[in-house]
C-alpha cells in the first residue's frame, strides 16, 4: 500500500519525489514504493461564482444584490482542470491507504488541499506534513512525524471563513458600486481600509501650511554649537532670530554641562515577513510584492532560508540545538563573519521562546551551504540581510558612549553632542555602527566652567514639511498595526490597490489616484475603518486556534454584507469616471475611457452594454529588435502582421507558427493560479475585466 503526497506545487513536488524515493514520473504525479506524490497549481479548486448558482446573475444588476447563497459551494478552475483529474483517478487506485497534505504550511495552503480533498470524496485516513524549510533534512524530519490532519480543522475552518468573508463582501461590494455609478469599482473588507489609510495621509499633506523657521548654529572653539530654548531648536520669528544673533556676538561660550552616558543596544530579532518587506522597501527599494516572490525563491528553490509567510520573530527552545550545523553551512559564504562565532558563545537567548511563535519561526538560514553564485543579484541582496541579521544574535550588544556638552552664551543656550563607539558589536555584521561625527573626541576632555571664545554665528532659514506619503514600508507596518491582512497577503493587497488604479506608485511613495479619492466619497464609512478589519482577522485568528465560532463569524458577516449593499443603494452620492477621452465610440456615440491595459493603454466605451474597446498603444511582443534588443512592437498591415522597433525602427515580417506554451507562459500561469487573492481567481478574472471592459 502506498500514500498520496499533495503538494501545493510541481517544484515541491519534484523535490519530495526526490527525497522520498519516487523516479517514475507521469504526466500528474511521481511514483515510488512507498509514495505517490502529486501537486497542484496553486488553486485547483475555488468558490462558485454567482452565475454558477443562477445564470441571471452573469449581468451585473443592482436589484439582485446582495448575493448571499445559503451555502457556498465549490467548482473546478477550467485552467487547471487537467491536474485535478489526474488526481482524483489517483485517488480511486485500490493500493493508495491514505493522503499526506503537504501544501504550504499555512492557512491557505491547508485551504488548497482541504478543497481539493473534498471535492474528490476522499474517504480514508488524512495526515498532514508540517515543516519550516525545504531541505532534504527538513523534508525527511517531517515525513517521519506525520501529523494527523484533524488537528488542523481549526486553521482550515479559519482559512474557509476567510475565503467566504471576501467573496460574500468583495464581491457584493464591487457589483454594488460598479452598478450604481456605471464605472468599475472594487472594495474590499482589507483593500478599502487600507486605501483610506493612504488618503488620510494624502489629507493630511494637502491641508499642511508650512511656516518658516530659523535655526542658529555658532563655532565655539574647534567644534560647531546648536542654539536651543528647551530642546526647541527652531526659532519662528525673524526679529527673535536677529536679536539672538546680536546678543551673542562677540560674547564668550561657558561650558554649563558635560553629561556622559554609557548606553547598549540589544542585538535585533531575526525577520518576519512583515519587516523583511519593509527592510527590503527601505534598503533596496524592493515592494513588498517583489520581496515575497523573491524570498519564495530562496525558500523553495534555493533551500535556503525558513518558511516566508511566518507572523513571529521568535524561535522554539528545540531549535537551539540546531544553531551550530547553520553556522557550518555558513562558513564558506561568510567566513569573516563566522569565525568570531565560532571561537566564543555570545547568543541572545531571548528569541528563543516558544509562547511568541505561533504556525511557523522567525525566517533565518537553513543548513543548506550556500552558493551565493546560483543567486540572482536580488536573491543575494535579500539572502544577505537574512543571513547578518542572524548573525547578530551570535555577537555582543553595541555599545557606546554619548556625551552632551552644553554652553550658555550671554544668557542663551548652545549645545552639541557626539557619540564614541566602545564596542560594535553585533553591528560588526549589519553594519552602521561606524563613527561618522567628524566631531568626535572633540567634547571628550572639556570640563564644566571652561570659556570658549564665539568665532562664527550662522543661521540657516527654512520651511517645516508635512509627513511624507507612504512608502510601502510605512503601509505595511500600518497594516501591521491595525491587524489588517495577514504577513502572507498583505503584498497582494497593495498589489491590488495598483492595479485597480486606485493608487499609484511613484518614486517608492504610494499616492491615491483621482479614482482613488472619489472611491473614498462613496464606499461604506463603516468599511474604510481599520478597526472594522481588524476585528474580522482578529476573530479569524482566534478561529485558528480553536478559540472562535466560525459560524458566529459567517453569520455576522452576511448581516453585514447586508447592511453594506443597502447602504450604497440608497446613497446619493455622485461619481465622475476620472478617465473619460474627447473621443467617441463608433459603436454607439458614447465617450471613450483610457484604461491601462496589460499590453499598454486600450480606449474602452463608457456605455458598459456596448463593450467596444481598442487599443491605444501598440502591442509589445516578445520579439527583440536584434539591433537595440528592446521588445519589438506588433502591427496589422496589408501583407499582414509584422513587428516593429519603435526605438531604431527596424521592421521585420512575423512568421505564421504554430501556437505553443513557452516555459514562461507556464510559469505565468502557475503564477495566476497560485496567486492568493481572496476572492478566487474567477471573481479575480471578472473584476480585472470590469477594469478594462463592461463589468
Known amino acids: 500500500m502506498k500514500s ?49 448558482y443562477d445564470k441571471r446573475y452573469q449581468t451585473w444588476r443592482m436589484e439582485d444584490l446582495p448575493i448571499i447563497p445559503d451555502k457556498m459551494g465549490l ?15 489517483l485517488a480511486k487506485r485500490n493500493d493508495i491507504k491514505d493522503i499526506i497534505i503537504a501544501t504550504d504550511a499555512g492557512r491557505e495552503g491547508e485551504l488548497v488541499a482541504r478543497w481539493i480533498i473534498e471535492k474528490i470524496h476522499w474517504k480514508k485516513p488524512v495526515k498532514r506534513l508540517w515543516i519550516s ?23 482550515y475552518e479559519s482559512a474557509l471563513c476567510r475565503a467566504e468573508a471576501d467573496w460574500l463582501i468583495g464581491l457584493n461590494v ?23 489609510m493612504i488618503m488620510d495621509r494624502e489629507k493630511e499633506i494637502q491641508a499642511f501650511v508650512p511656516k518658516e523657521y530659523w535655526t542658529i548654529q555658532a563655532k565655539i572653539g574647534l567644534l560647531t554649537a546648536s542654539w536651543h530654548d528647551n530642546n526647541e531648536k527652531r526659532i519662528f520669528s525673524e526679529d527673535k532670530m536677529n536679536q ?57 528553490q534555493h533551500k535556503l532560508v525558513t518558511y516566508p509567510r511566518t507572523d513571529s520573530r521568535y524561535l522554539t527552545t528545540d531549535m537551539e540545538a540546531t544553531m551550530a550545523e547553520r553556522m557550518q553551512a555558513l562558513q564558506s559564504a561568510y567566513k569573516e563573519e563566522v569565525k568570531p562565532i565560532l571561537k566564543g558563545k555570545v547568543l541572545a537567548k531571548k528569541v528563543f521562546n516558544n509562547a511568541r511563535v505561533s504556525d511557523h519561526h522567525a525566517i ?16 543575494r541582496k535579500l539572502y544577505d540581510i537574512i543571513v547578518r541579521r542572524f548573525l547578530a544574535l551570535f555577537y555582543p550588544a553595541y555599545q557606546y558612549e554619548t556625551i552632551s556638552v552644553g554652553f550658555s552664551v550671554a544668557g542663551e543656550q548652545f549645545s552639541a553632542q557626539e557619540a564614541i563607539i566602545i564596542d560594535n558589536g553585533f553591528k560588526t555584521v549589519t553594519g552602521k555602527g561606524t563613527d561618522e561625527d567628524h566631531q568626535v573626541k572633540r567634547l571628550t576632555n572639556m570640563k564644566q566652567g571652561q570659556t570658549y571664545e564665539v568665532k562664527d554665528i550662522f543661521s540657516d532659514k527654512k520651511l517645516t514639511e508635512p509627513k511624507a506619503s507612504y512608502t510601502e514600508a510605512d503601509l505595511l507596518a500600518q497594516m501591521e498595526k491595525y491587524g489588517l491582512g495577514t504577513p502572507a497577503t ?46 474580522w482577522e482578529a476573530d479569524l485568528e482566534a478561529i485558528a486556534r480553536g478559540k472562535g465560532n466560525a459560524n458566529a463569524f459567517l ?46 493603454r486600450m480606449l474602452v466605451c463608457s456605455d458598459r452594454e456596448c463593450g467596444f474597446r481598442k487599443r491605444k498603444d501598440p502591442k509589445l511582443s516578445n520579439r527583440r529588435c536584434p539591433q537595440c534588443h528592446k521588445k519589438m512592437e506588433i502591427h496589422s498591415g496589408k501583407a499582414g502582421a509584422y513587428f516593429q522597433c519603435r526605438n531604431c525602427n527596424l521592421v521585420e515580417k512575423a512568421e505564421n507558427k504554430k501556437k505553443t506554451v513557452s516555459k514562461s507562459e507556464e510559469k505565468q500561469l502557475l503564477k495566476k493560479y497560485s496567486s492568493n487573492d481572496g476572492f478566487g481567481n474567477s471573481l479575480a478574472d471578472a473584476l480585472k475585466a470590469a477594469m478594462e471592459n463592461k463589468d
Not at 75 to 89: D, E, H, V
Request: aromatic letters at 4%; glycine letters at 6%; hydrophobic letters at 30%.
Open 244 to 300: 539672538i544673533i546680536q546678543k551673542i556676538n562677540g560674547a564668550k561660550a561657558e561650558v554649563t554641562s558635560v553629561q556622559r552616558k554609557e548606553k547598549t543596544e540589544q542585538q535585533p530579532l531575526p525577520y518576519d515577513l512583515t519587516e523583511l518587506q519593509r527592510d527590503a522597501n527601505r534598503r533596496f527599494g524592493f515592494s513588498a510584492k517583489k520581496t515575497a516572490n523573491v524570498l519564495q525563491g530562496l525558500y523553495e
Open 490 to 535: 498583505r503584498a497582494d493587497i497593495i498589489e491590488k490597490l495598483l492595479s485597480s488604479e486606485v493608487i499609484d506608485r511613484n518614486n517608492n511613495r504610494l499616492h491615491p489616484t483621482p479614482k482613488g479619492k472619489q472611491l473614498m466619497e462613496l464606499v461604506n464609512e463603516e468599511l474604510k475603518s481599520p478597526k472594522l478589519t481588524a476585528k
Open 4 to 52: 498520496l503526497v499533495l503538494a501545493e506545487k510541481p517544484s515541491v513536488a519534484r523535490d519530495l519525489a526526490r527525497v522520498l524515493g519516487c523516479s517514475n514520473k507521469q504526466k500528474h504525479y511521481i511514483e515510488g514504493p512507498t509514495y505517490i506524490v502529486t501537486w497542484a497549481l496553486g488553486h485547483l479548486v475555488e468558490l462558485k461564482m454567482p452565475e454558477d
Open 174 to 196: 464591487t457589483r454594488a458600486l460598479t452598478t450604481k455609478y456605471d464605472d468599475p469599482l472594487s472594495a474590499g473588507r482589507v483593500q478599502t481600509p487600507s486605501l483610506a
Open 364 to 379: 533565518i538560514p537553513t543548513d543548506e551551504r550556500p552558493r551565493l553564485s546560483d543567486l540572482s543579484t536580488d536573491e
Open 133 to 155: 524549510s525545504q531541505t532534504d533534512r527538513a523534508i525527511k524530519d517531517g515525513f517521519a512525524k506525520l501529523k494527523p490532519a484533524k488537528q488542523y480543522d481549526a486553521l
Open 555 to 600: 453569520q455576522n458577516i452576511r448581516k453585514q454584507t447586508k447592511q453594506l449593499v443597502l447602504e450604497i443603494k440608497k446613497s446619493d452620492k455622485k461619481y465622475k469616471a476620472h478617465n473619460l477621452t474627447g473621443s467617441k465610440c463608433p459603436d454607439c456615440g458614447s465617450l471613450m475611457k483610457e484604461v491601462k491595459g496589460r499590453d499598454g
Open 75 to 89: 467548482k473546478l478552475i477550467k485552467q487547471t482542470t487537467s491536474q485535478f483529474r489526474g488526481i482524483q483517478q
